[in-house]
């Protein structure tokens, strides 16, 4: 499955693109704040996920 995300500024145009999808047989959904904030958040969780270890005490520095 693909997924794209699109953010507009005018409802008009957001439901002109609903509509398109409905008709070509894709599925849509309009996303709440909370939702964007929480698949934003979890973009950031996995591009910045390395599997390595900071050294404590070099970044506790970093935060002064």
Wanted: aromatic share 4%.
């Amino acid at each position: 499955m693909k997924s794209a995300v699109i953010s507009g500024s005018s409802a008009k145009s957001l439901q002109l693109l609903l509509e398109l999808a409905k008709q070509m047989g894709m599925k849509s959904k309009v996303l709440t704040e909370e939702e964007m904030e929480d698949a934003g958040l979890a973009i950031a969780i996995r591009s910045g996920r390395t599997g390595k270890f900071l050294n404590t005490e070099k970044f506790l520095k970093s935060l002064k």
